[in-house]
C-alpha cells in the first residue's frame, strides 16, 4: 500500500559539527565532537547519525564542520557511508543561526522540507512521525523535545512532609530541545545571516503559532554527548538496550 506521507517527508538533513566540544576534553584535542567514539561501538557520533538518518528515508546530508574540520572532512571522505555527504565550513563566524543559514543554502533541494540535528546527539526514533506531526500542524518549524533524567536522586514526600520514596535519577519533569528537527523550505529564508536563531526566528515562529514541538516517545533512545560521563553512560546504556 502507498504511504500517502511518503511525498511529504524530507530526504535531505544538516548536521551542525563545528562545535568546540571543550567540556569532552581530552577526547577533542585531536578530533571533533562528532568525531568522539562511544566505548564500545566502534563508531564515532557522527556515524551513528548518518546510519539513523538513512534509515529514516534521507539520501542527502550536508555537514556543517568548524574545529578540527579536517579530521572530519578525511573520515567522511574514507567511510562507506549510507548517505551523500556535502561538506561545509564558515570562512568566519556566523552564530548557531548564521551558520544553519549557510549550511542549508548547499542543500540539494531548496524547495523541499529538510532535517536537522546537532552533531552531539545520539538518539533512535521516528523522524517519519515527526515529519509527519509536522505537517498535520502546518509548522514551519518543529523541535524534537525530550525529558532527560537529572543527574540527581529525588525524594516523593506526603502533604504531611515525609518522605515516602527515594527516585534515582528520575526524568525531568521540563520538555527541553533536543537538537533535532524539520523545517520547511521557508525556514531557511527566516534565519538569520548572522547571530542565534533560538533568539530571534524561534521566538517569532512561537509567538505566530507556527512553531511545534514532538515529544520523543517513551522509550526511545536520546542522549545529548557533552561530557566524558556522557560517553560512558551512554555506552552502558547501549549495552543495556544490544545497540
Not at 193 to 204: A, I, L, S, V
Request: negative net charge; charged residues 25%.
Amino acid at each position: 500500500m502507498t504511504d500517502p506521507n511518503a511525498a511529504s517527508r524530507p530526504v535531505q538533513a544538516v548536521i551542525l559539527a563545528g562545535g568546540q566540544g571543550s567540556r569532552l576534553r581530552p577526547y577533542t584535542d585531536d578530533r571533533p565532537k562528532p568525531m568522539v567514539e562511544i566505548p564500545g561501538t566502534g563508531t564515532p557520533i557522527i556515524g551513528h547519525q548518518l546510519n539513523w538518518l538513512a534509515e529514516e528515508g534521507v539520501t542527502d546530508v550536508v555537514v556543517s564542520c568548524g574545529h578540527l574540520a579536517e579530521v572530519l572532512q578525511t573520515w567522511l571522505e574514507s567511510a562507506d557511508l549510507p548517505v551523500r555527504v556535502t561538506t561545509v565550513i564558515e570562512t568566519e563566524p556566523l552564530g548557531r543561526g548564521g551558520g544553519l543559514k549557510y549550511a542549508a543554502a548547499h542543500l540539494p533541494h531548496p524547495d523541499q522540507p529538510w532535517y536537522a540535528t546537532n552533531g552531539d546527539i545520539w538518539t533512535r526514533f521516528s523522524l517519519r512521525d515527526m515529519a509527519d506531526f509536522h505537517t498535520e500542524r502546518d509548522a514551519v518549524a518543529t523541535l524534537a523535545l525530550a525529558r532527560p533524567r537529572i543527574p540527581w536522586g529525588a525524594v516523593q514526600t506526603d502533604g504531611f512532609g515525609h518522605i515516602t520514596d527515594f527516585i534515582e535519577a528520575p526524568p525531568t519533569t521540563y520538555e527541553i530541545n533536543a537538537g533535532v528537527y524539520v523545517f520547511s523550505p521557508e525556514f531557511a529564508g527566516l534565519l538569520p545571516e548572522r547571530g542565534d536563531h533560538e533568539r530571534t526566528t524561534f521566538p517569532r515562529l512561537a509567538r505566530e503559532r507556527r512553531l511545534a514541538g514532538f515529544p520523543i516517545p517513551q522509550g526511545a533512545y536520546w542522549r545529548a554527548i557533552d561530557t566524558a560521563k556522557d560517553l560512558r553512560e551512554a555506552a552502558k546504556e547501549l549495552a543495556t538496550l544490544g545497540r
